[in-house]
């Protein structure tokens, strides 16, 4: 990654290891690892303070409904980071697969389904192939990609909305067990699944070794370029699923409906405290980064910040948190 | 002629796309080369055109600046908005806008170490909610009848865009050709160690890129706000794609030591003439943003090809020694 | 005014469990060409590293024009005259020459404008004083190596470079380029610079070199005139040590071939290679630095490619395009750099250990951590790993611990080939005879060990056969009778002696 060509300049801060800026690495350090936490503390209390209906059931439900389709989406954007990579092309693919899933409704529920994810698989498979054969930088290639299917978005929908036909389609967006949606659940089952895949299968464990050092793995004997292509096959594949599951609760789908998703998505895993340079991370530390994503999204609503204001705010979160990830990192 | 020929053996992607000028130059000879038109695609690439030169810095340097597009719009809703204010206090005001993002970026990436990536997209967002929340959406139109010579004016048959990209364009090749601090920059982001034992400044040489880039993209903000005489919220989100691949067409690098004035004004016109060329024959929007995608990512898989091969090259040499 | 340039004195270094200087003394007259010759370890490049104020010495004192002083860092050195010369470091590709040679103080005319016309002229006056015949305005990219060294001894002297020290700067040049570089350096001499040369082409120094001095396992053992010695006296202090009680391993049977390898070529790296490794045996290879006995090694293992000949496993043709395929038939290999190839850092113990058998498993299948555990305890009782527990990450082990994490991952594989490239290298004495104990163990159950080593006492202990390499070549057969110092070290110097 980029990273390496910083190792080149080694003695550009040496600043950083001695004297007074000293102590904020080890500010940094203590911090990196429970950010998310620390966040959610923090937020929710400002939030339970300054809004009655905070804590109320319906508005945490109502926080995790917001999150579901961002979640699940994150979830396939950590195993990109654990493994060094990232894929900016989400947001695009997330469109894209809604619309493949309505126009091709009149086949069946499970074949359009079927047929959006495999959308998604595609687009995964040459962000991977490109990325892998070429090695070239996984940012400007899933930007080209994001841009290309955003294109083709485009051209079938002719810039307009598509709305879904089949009642059954929506249980997925807008059904519910009990009191909890069925896309929350959906998004919880996920993140254990992969939490459960990083941690206890061989899968898991070569991406953190990837992550970590390629070379190295690659000298284990693991198999570098396909586990990464297929990384970016499931990334990209749950990023269909979102998009699917987004369709079905607004019944309807543009081109642009996953506009912001990229960068949400890459906040949401930083904010859970999964380092950007690779190696480390957990779909846990994604759920609590989701989670934190969503009181922030959810505390502004209800403190009538604008929703513009949000922008900013994420962005300046993002900008802390890598910095404080930096600063750690870097010597 | 030898130079020349090596100077395009050795951009590829440009040669294809000047292949191309001969193509729409056959098929719509009258209407592409006309004067009118000819001014129209000047004026167009200008825009970017000055952005990519600041962007082409970046890149010498060894970064990236993908913030470029937000500030672009920001400085053209500054322009318009402080209008009332005088027009000097706006563009000022959106220039210095463009010169302390550009600031932060240097900083975040120099003394924070973060990824120019990363640092750049960060900032891009900030920059981005700040942008919707001053304009709270709404397309802000301007008063100042004149203020639009900038943009839709000309001097004689060269729209003024042009000239203004052509004074930039001066500058950037005296400053990375002539100067001390040129040369420099190429150093930190050709072979930093060697830049480092020679006793150069790593840190200020990669930081003055993004400022650089950082006004020319408030600068081209300017220039499109006073051409259209409007701002709106969906200028700059294509920038830094466009911008990026420009550079990348006209010889320089991700990995950073490479780069020129007049490859990446290449790169532009090539762009600029293909979206052209696109229109006049009636090709749609869509398959127009899908064409540049590809082109972008062709760009970027060429570039990445060549340079490990030079890397590899280095290393078995180095192997063997 | 001192007679001396550049002294040293008594100067000690230590790294985690290795002394890599004890005690040397080293001295440099202007003007003086002063050859340093030891064999991979000797401390050579450690010296050279603290000279360039790169490293900083432990203990010891160093002085310039007979004044003491600190060289805290690379340019530190740099501003006193001393330049180590290494055009990967020194030169930036895409500038000219003669920017290069100007970096960051290129001519000014007036304020602000480079000065190119003078800039160009004074570099050509630097190349021409030396004899140098580049084209000044040529782009360092497009230069070849033999011209970029060049370049890069301009540079130096150009900012008034006193002390030049040259590593190996022969190694990619041709014969001709060669005499140009002695010329080069014999107008060096006249202006009163002096070089540091280090070489293992120990024929090129009785060229050029006024004195030379041999290094041996961190000490000066001598430093003399050139004159006044020869090139088998030299061999004889690089190796000769006493090996008095040379702990020879015990004999273990050796069985059938286990991996032919039948001229093996790789362009510009490996010239046809051939030998056999039979089941139970440990072939030693040796060489110097440069020899490609690591590039061999990886082009078997997959890890690299290469262009003619073939590779026999059991028989069997192996034709690895990439490392699993050769872990997945039972080939392992220990690379050089442990911390960067070997083993994964930021991974704990337990991992690394089972990192290379995982894709015996399935892919998605699910493994318990515990039993995970429970096999990297096995190997931490059986190699003696000293670690608090298995979850701990393995950067925090000392080598000679991160040396045996990497020896349980292969052995976890069961390998019928393990290829070891300098297992002990910055281990200490202790754990490296554990690691030695370990092998003759895997001969025993019939593994063919590959024993890459710069180790001299090492490779003759260990070894049943002794092949040497020499730039790419394999230059000596011995059989482990036939094996001394002297005579490995010939063939690593490049004399033919195939005998076994």
Redesign the interface.
């Known amino acids: 990654m980029k990273a390496i060509r910083r190792e080149r300049g080694q003695e550009a801060r040496p600043w950083l290891k001695e004297g007074s800026w000293g102590w904020l690495r080890g500010v940094a350090r203590a911090a990196r690892g429970n950010i998310a936490f620390i966040l959610l503390i923090t937020i929710g209390l400002l939030a339970s303070l300054l809004s009655d209906v905070f804590l109320t059931p319906q508005n945490l439900v109502n926080i995790l409904s917001a999150i579901a389709v961002i979640g699940i989406i994150s979830l396939g954007q950590t195993m990109l980071i654990i493994a060094g990579n990232f894929d900016m092309s989400v947001a695009s693919v997330l469109g894209f697969a809604g619309i493949v899933a309505v126009a091709t409704q009149r086949f069946g529920l499970l074949p359009c389904i079927l047929l959006a994810l495999l959308a998604g698989v595609i687009v995964g498979a040459v962000n991977g192939l490109i990325v892998t054969r070429a090695k070239a930088n996984p940012f400007l290639v899933t930007l080209g990609t994001q841009s290309f299917v955003y294109a083709i978005a485009l051209m079938a929908t002719q810039s307009k909305t598509l709305y879904s036909e089949i009642p059954a389609f929506n249980i997925l967006g807008q059904g519910r067990i009990g009191r909890i949606p069925v896309a929350v659940i959906l998004f919880l089952v996920l993140a254990l699944m992969l939490q459960i895949v990083l941690r206890n299968t061989v899968y898991g464990r070569y991406l953190y070794a990837i992550g970590q050092n390629k070379e190295a793995a690659r000298l284990a004997g693991i198999p570098v370029d396909r586990v990464l292509v297929s990384t970016f096959i499931l990334c990209s594949v749950l990023a269909a699923l979102g998009g699917i599951v987004m369709t079905s609760r607004l019944n309807s789908t543009v081109a642009n409906a996953g506009f912001g998703f990229d960068f949400e998505s890459i906040i949401a895993v930083v904010l859970g405290g999964t380092s950007l340079f690779g190696g480390s991370g957990s779909a846990l530390l994604t759920v609590a980064g989701v989670l934190v994503l969503g009181v922030l999204n959810n505390t502004t609503i209800l403190l009538g910040v604008p929703y513009e204001g949000q922008f900013v705010v994420k962005g300046a979160v993002f900008l802390a948190v890598v910095g404080l990830d930096s600063l750690v990192k870097r010597r | 002629m030898d130079r020349l020929l090596g100077f395009l053996a050795r951009r590829a992607v440009l040669s294809i796309l000047l292949v191309l000028f001969a193509v729409f130059t056959v098929l719509q000879r009258s209407i592409f080369l006309s004067e009118q038109n000819v001014a129209n695609v000047a004026r167009q690439v200008s825009f970017n055109g000055i952005i990519a030169l600041g962007e082409t810095v970046v890149l010498i340097s060894?970064g990236i600046d993908i913030s470029v597009g937000a500030v672009l719009s920001m400085a053209a809703a500054l322009t318009m908005k402080l209008q009332p204010f005088g027009v000097g206090v706006a563009v000022g005001a959106a220039l210095l806008f463009g010169l302390a993002v550009g600031v932060i970026n240097g900083l975040?990436v120099?003394?924070?170490?973060?990824?120019?990536?990363?640092?750049t997209?960060?900032?891009?967002?900030?920059?981005?909610?700040?942008m919707?929340?001053y304009t709270?959406?709404q397309p802000i139109p301007g008063h100042v009848e004149w203020f639009t010579v900038f943009g839709a004016g000309s001097l004689g048959p060269v729209p003024m865009p042009t000239l203004i990209l052509a004074a930039v364009a001066v500058f950037c090749y005296w400053w990375l050709n002539?100067?001390?601090s040129g040369?420099?920059i190429?150093?930190?982001g050709?072979?930093?160690?060697?830049?480092?034992?020679?006793?150069?400044d790593?840190?200020l040489y990669w930081f003055l890129p993004y400022v650089f880039s950082g006004v020319c993209a408030a600068l081209s903000g300017v220039l499109l706000a006073s051409l259209l005489n409007t701002s709106t919220i969906h200028i700059g989100l294509?920038t830094?794609?466009a911008v990026?691949a420009a550079s990348i067409m006209g010889g320089a690098s991700?990995?950073?030591?490479?780069g020129s004035v007049g490859g990446t004004l290449l790169g532009v016109l090539a762009l600029g003439m293909l979206s052209n060329g696109m229109d006049l024959l009636g090709v749609?929007?869509?398959?127009q943003?899908?064409i540049?995608?590809?082109i972008?990512?062709a760009v970027?898989?060429i570039?990445?090809?060549y340079t490990?091969r030079?890397q590899t090259r280095?290393r078995?040499?180095?192997?063997?020694? | 005014m001192s007679e001396w340039i550049l002294e040293a004195s008594a100067i000690g270094k230590s790294f985690p469990g290795v002394r890599a200087l004890d005690s040397v003394d080293f001295a440099l007259r202007g003007g003086e060409v002063h050859a340093l010759v030891g064999e991979n370890g000797a401390g050579k490049s450690t010296l050279i590293k603290i000279l360039s104020g790169v490293y900083q010495p432990d203990t010891g004192e160093i002085r310039v024009d007979g004044q003491t002083v600190t060289l805290a860092s690379a340019q530190d050195a740099q501003r006193l005259g001393i330049v180590p010369v290494h055009q990967e470091i020194h030169l930036v590709p895409l500038l000219s020459v003669a920017e290069n040679i100007f970096l960051g103080r290129q001519p000014m005319r007036g304020r602000g404008w480079i000065d190119r016309a003078g800039m160009e002229r004074q570099a050509a006056e630097i190349l021409e004083s030396l004899g140098i015949r580049v084209d000044v305005r040529a782009l360092v990219t497009d230069l070849s190596v033999a011209q970029r060294q060049m370049v890069s001894i301009a540079r130096a002297l150009s900012s008034q470079a006193r002390v030049i020290i040259l590593d190996e700067p022969t190694a990619s040049l041709s014969e001709r380029e060669t005499m140009i570089l002695f010329e080069i350096i014999r107008r060096l001499k006249e202006r009163g610079v002096a070089v540091i040369y280090i070489s293992h082409r120990l024929e090129e120094i009785f060229v050029i070199a006024d004195r030379v001095t041999v290094m041996r396992d961190g000490r000066v053992v001598g430093t003399q005139p050139v004159a006044e010695t020869r090139l088998d006296q030299i061999i004889a202090k690089m190796v000769g040590r006493q090996m008095s009680d040379l702990f020879r391993k015990q004999e273990v049977p050796i069985g059938s071939p286990i991996l032919q390898v039948d001229r093996l070529n790789a362009e510009g790296v490996l010239r046809d290679i051939s030998f056999t490794l039979h089941r139970g045996e440990i072939l030693g290879l040796a060489g110097l630095v440069g020899a490609g006995r690591t590039e061999l090694a990886r082009a078997i293992f997959g890890a690299d490619r290469y262009d003619r000949g073939s590779v026999l496993l059991e028989g069997r043709p192996l034709r690895a395009r990439h490392p699993r395929e050769a872990v997945a038939r039972g080939v392992g290999l220990a690379p050089e750099d442990r911390k960067q190839q070997g083993l994964i850092m930021g991974l704990p113990v337990a991992q690394n250990i089972t990192l290379a058998n995982l894709f015996r498993r399935q892919l998605l299948g699910f493994f318990s951590l515990r039993a995970e555990r429970q096999t990297a305890e096995t190997y931490v009782k059986r190699l003696g790993i000293r670690t608090p527990d298995v979850d701990r990450h393995v950067v925090f082990l000392s080598g000679g611990n991160q040396q045996r994490v990497v020896i349980a991952r292969w052995l976890e594989t069961r390998p019928k080939v393990l290829i070891l490239d300098e297992p002990t290298q910055g281990v200490d004495v202790g754990a490296k005879a554990e690691i030695h104990g370990l092998m003759v163990e895997l001969a025993r159950a019939g593994v063919g060990i590959l024993l890459i080593s710069s180790d001299l006492p090492e490779v003759l202990q260990m070894s049943d056969r002794v092949i040497v390499m020499h730039e790419g070549r394999i230059t000596g057969r011995f059989s482990r009778e036939q094996a001394t110092q002297e005579m490995v070290m010939r063939s690593a110097t490049g004399e033919y002696l195939e005998i076994a």
């Open positions: 060894g975040l120099t003394k924070i170490g973060i990824p120019p990536f990363v640092a997209l960060g900032s891009m967002t900030v920059v981005q909610g700040l919707l929340t709270q959406q002539q100067t001390r040369r420099n190429y150093a930190v050709g072979n930093p160690e060697a830049a480092r034992l020679a006793g150069i790593l840190d294509d830094p794609l990026l991700l990995l950073g030591g490479r749609f929007t869509y398959y943003i899908a540049r995608a590809v972008l990512v970027v898989v570039d990445s090809f490990n030079i280095a078995r040499q180095a192997h063997a020694a």
